[in-house]
């Protein structure tokens, strides 16, 4: 709670201090932007505001759909305003004072560069991470070092997520995070979360959002927060589209863009595919173990693993404009990745007893391997219905999630000293969905008050097979119905929300704050076991000012969220893949509950640099976390084995993490910009029965890019994560580093990059520990992540600006009696 307090300290001391130093006359600025040409308004145009002599803009805003903006809370000054859009010469009205009271411009005329534009080759330079009232985005469209590469590669860019070298990732140190693609769940992240981020090429990407302290509206799942992947589309009118290639010593990928837009209606088809090249890593794993009698057991396993992926997905989205007011939008998306390993590993488990002195001396080889494949089919439909008031509208989303996935493993352990051969082999069949349905209604009370509503069902339903199979005198294998089963398993979350959002002393402080509701059930066949239904009241609030100028602000929030156990963590299949190493589910979990508070601190500064600071706290209660166990024998359905550590989690005390992130952009010359973020944190773990944990962990990493000009780039990025103390042992640490070219020719319509990753070693050497009361294990892995690649991109078709057809479709919809406001079809 000490921590709390000082956030809490902090938020007011800042917020006073500030408060005693900045101006309390606010204004306005209104305008509507109109075509010089046809008089038509011009929705979605850009309205940014400067300060008289300043070369960058501190605040901003885009036209509605009849063309008009009105930006607050404005400090009294002199300012520069100017108004621009695709396929118009910029607009610039100098010298605007403001006072406490409204200015208004009037209308803003554009005049567009032709009558009509043939082609239009646009070049759109958006800020790497823009940080929101309720997220921060990461734009990785000028990422050179990710080209080529796939959505993993993007998220070890993002601020507040680090990325471990096999892929998991965690957002302010916590794992359990709501991953969506356009902003809805699907079923390729249940499945395999490394597997869909692999699955998924950087070239897709258009941003990525981090919500760390996510509101009412959205599902209180994970406790981590929300990451919501943005995939590319367009709505600017015409044809056009992109194909983007890549070849390298690890990776080979290729996606290819088709974006069609008439009028009201639009389409946006996409295919990509990627594949990991075989790669081979060398491991070692030593454990010691003792039992009742004090006799010592030491397994030393070597040997090393061939790995490759693929994967590919596909999907068309519609989106029509029925009327100015009423939009529909529709998808289909495919998704399939899959994975193959095998691998050779000598053991050596030798037994002395309490004296040294040998019992026994046992050398065998373990030939193992596993498949997996995945496939996600997603469909959804969304209506949005906006209304004359300004702020008023309707959302109703409906979204599904077919999955179908399947893993099987093989095993065999030939012995040196007479013994028969033992193994076994597991098919694991399965398919899920998710079924979604949503309506969100926001009613604006007055210009100063805003209520938000709504509900949400989820239905989630999953059947499983396990099909087993054992070798019977270390010839052949034969059916073992002793471990072949099926199950069943159904979860139901019913939630709804209320949220108001105001501002309050003069508006001096934006206040948002909600209330969520869930409730859920969860029933499945699991022999023995019965799972509890439970609610949960998730509230959120957040407090934000800003100051000055409008380029300084300050946010403090608070959140509750929850981790259900999914069917993976529950699921009591055990996975003898290797039998000295097992892990299986357990269907006695309790969900992970979650508050996280945050204060966070942005500056933006004239010259195009960005500070933003994050301090956060985390308490979980019935925290979910992995647990290894050491048996010297252990029994699975009459079958015994020896030494083995069994890997199961379980609902282990409260852990609270106190941290800070630190993300800074500075643009040193016209050439040279650098950007970097930094993560402290420190975790404390309580843990009855246990000893508590306390433990340090820090993530840093620097982005530098150069411009020589000739549209000729180059970039390098570096990322350090820290090793890090856990409940039973210490993860390894991470070192990354990568250097990029891109050349830019055709007017920049078609590039061609270089990439190198870890050009100087072949290996990153991965070392971590595991300890128990009767058993300490070490595991050193080399993790080949050295590559070389090349990748390729093109643009094509063009964009159309025609004013006069869309003049043409509102004087129908006049005729028709229909709303009479302008509808374009201009790109936001």
Request: no cysteine; charged share 20%.
């Amino acid at each position: 709670m000490k921590s709390v307090f000082l956030i809490l300290f902090s938020f007011i001391f800042i917020t006073t201090l500030h408060a005693q130093t900045v101006p309390g006359a606010k204004g306005k600025i209104t305008g509507k932007v109109t075509d010089a040409t046809t008089k038509q308004p011009v929705d979605y145009a850009t309205v940014s505001v400067f300060k008289q002599g300043a070369a960058s803009p501190f605040n901003g805003i885009s036209t509605d759909p009849k063309g008009n903006f009105s930006i607050n809370n404005i400090p009294a000054g002199e300012y520069k305003i100017t108004a621009e859009f695709l396929g118009y010469q910029k607009a610039t009205i100098e010298h605007v004072m403001v006072k406490d009271g409204t200015v208004s411009l009037g209308e803003i005329k554009l005049t567009p560069v032709a009558n009509e534009l043939k082609g239009v080759t646009i070049t759109a330079k958006v800020p790497t991470v823009e940080n929101r009232i309720d997220k921060m985005v990461y734009n990785p469209q000028n990422d050179l070092s990710a080209q080529g590469g796939v959505a993993i590669d993007v998220l070890k860019k993002v601020p507040q997520i680090t990325v471990d070298i096999d892929g998991n990732v965690e957002l302010q140190g916590n794992a359990n995070i709501r991953f969506l693609i356009n902003g809805k769940p699907s079923s390729i992240f249940g499945a395999s979360l490394a597997d869909a981020l692999a699955s998924i090429p950087a070239s897709q990407i258009k941003s990525i959002e981090v919500i760390t302290s996510p509101g009412a509206k959205y599902d209180a799942a994970g406790t981590g927060g929300i990451v919501n992947i943005i995939l590319k589309d367009s709505k600017v009118q015409g044809i056009n589209g992109s194909v983007n290639l890549s070849a390298g010593t690890r990776r080979e990928n290729g996606s290819f863009n088709l974006n069609a837009r008439k009028g009201n209606f639009g389409v946006n088809a996409f295919f990509s595919g990627n594949a990991q090249i075989n790669t081979n890593a060398p491991n070692t794993r030593n454990r010691v173990s003792t039992d009742s009698a004090n006799n010592k057991t030491t397994l030393f396993q070597q040997g090393s693993n061939n790995f490759k992926r693929n994967g590919y997905e596909s999907g068309i989205n519609f989106s029509w404009d029925i009327t100015p007011k009423d939009q529909l939008t529709a998808g289909v998306g495919f998704n399939h990745f899959g994975n193959h390993g095998n691998g050779i590993t000598n053991q050596d488990q030798s037994e002395v007893d309490a004296a040294g002195t040998p019992i026994s001396d046992i050398r065998s080889i373990r030939n193992s391997s596993s498949k997996f494949n995945g496939t996600s089919t997603d469909v959804s439909l969304n209506y949005k219905k906006t209304f004359a008031k300004e702020g008023q509208e309707l959302d109703v989303l409906y979204s599904s999630s077919f999955g179908r996935n399947s893993f099987s493993s093989f095993q065999r352990q030939d012995y040196d000293s007479g013994i028969t051969s033992s193994g076994i082999s597991n098919n694991n069949p399965g398919k899920d969905r998710e079924t979604d349905i949503s309506v969100d209604y926001t009613q604006p009370v007055s210009k100063n008050f805003t209520l938000e509503t709504g509900g949400k069902l989820v239905f989630n339903h999953i059947n499983n097979n396990v099909i087993t199979d054992t070798l019977f005198g270390g010839n052949t294998f034969v059916p073992n119905p002793s471990q072949t089963y099926g199950f069943t398993y159904d979860r139901k979350v019913y939630a709804y929300y209320l949220s108001a959002s105001t501002s309050v002393f003069n508006k001096f402080l934006d206040v948002k704050a909600g209330l969520r509701d869930e409730y859920t059930t969860t029933t499945a066949d699991f022999q023995g076991v019965n799972i509890p239904s439970y609610n949960i009241l998730a509230p959120s609030l957040v407090f934000s000012h800003k100051f000055g100028n409008g380029g300084e602000s300050l946010k403090l929030s608070y959140t509750r969220r929850i981790q259900r156990p999914d069917y993976g963590d529950l699921n009591p299949f055990l996975n003898i893949s290797d039998p000295h190493n097992i892990s299986t589910g357990n269907p006695n979990l309790k969900p992970e509950k979650g508050d996280n508070f945050e204060l966070g601190y942005n500056k933006s500064f004239d010259k195009g640099a960005n500070l933003n600071i994050a301090a956060f706290y985390r308490r979980n209660t019935d925290d979910i976390q992995q647990f290894t166990t050491f048996y010297s024998t252990f029994d699975v359905n009459g079958t015994t084995y020896t030494d083995v550590s069994l890997n199961q989690r379980y609902n282990i005390g409260s852990e609270e993490r106190i941290g800070i992130n630190i993300y800074a952009s500075v643009p040193v010359t016209s050439k040279l910009s650098l950007r970097t973020n930094m993560i402290f944190s420190d975790r404390r773990s309580t843990n009855p029965g246990f000893a508590n944990v306390s433990a340090f962990a820090y993530r840093l990493n620097l982005n530098a890019q150069y411009s020589f000009g000739h549209d000729l780039s180059a970039e390098f990025f570096g990322n350090y994560n820290s090793s890090q103390k856990g409940i039973q042992g210490t993860n390894p640490k991470f070192v990354f580093y990568n250097f990029a070219m891109r050349k830019m020719f055709m007017n920049k319509k078609a590039s061609i990059g270089l990439t190198a990753t870890n050009p100087f070693a072949k290996y990153v050497s991965q070392s971590s520990s595991t300890f128990g009361s009767n058993f300490y294990s070490t595991n050193l892995r080399l993790v080949p992540v050295q590559s070389f690649g090349i990748s390729l991109s093109y643009k094509f078709g063009k964009l159309e600006f025609k004013k006069e057809r869309e003049k043409e479709r509102n004087n129908d919809q006049d005729n028709n009696g229909g709303d009479n406001g302008p509808q374009t079809d201009k790109g936001k």
